[in-house]
């Protein structure tokens, strides 16, 4: 999906703790050409981080943590949605209302009858939701 994404693009990354959110940003990191994935980590605690690729930084945000909007706006958060290449955020339910409505959300779940394994769900502005 990486090297599919256009530019700008904002990937959404929902589903429970654990679901595998960090795992799939990672992944699509490598797919967009990031060279140090050992640097794309769960940005909880840091909240964003970027990572250097090719066509541009990719930007990871976890908002987790926040509480309310106004910590959302300290992060720079129009900005951030406004500038960056690609923009992966985890917990996107924290910025409810202030994405636009062309953002690629993906959702990740545990398979019921496999722990092992996750159902992902992709969903842009313009086609309904796949498995």
Known sequence: MGPALPRPAIVTLEGDLGAGKTTLARALCAGLGVQDLAAVTSPTF?????????NGPVVHVDLYRLRNETELQQLGWDELVATSPVLLVEW???????????????????DGEHPDRRVLRIRSALEPLRS
């Open 46 to 54: 840091s909240l964003v981080q970027h990572y250097d690729a090719p």
């Open 92 to 110: 996107p339910d924290r910025a409810a209302g202030t994405l636009p409505p062309d953002v690629i959300a993906v959702s990740l779940t545990h």
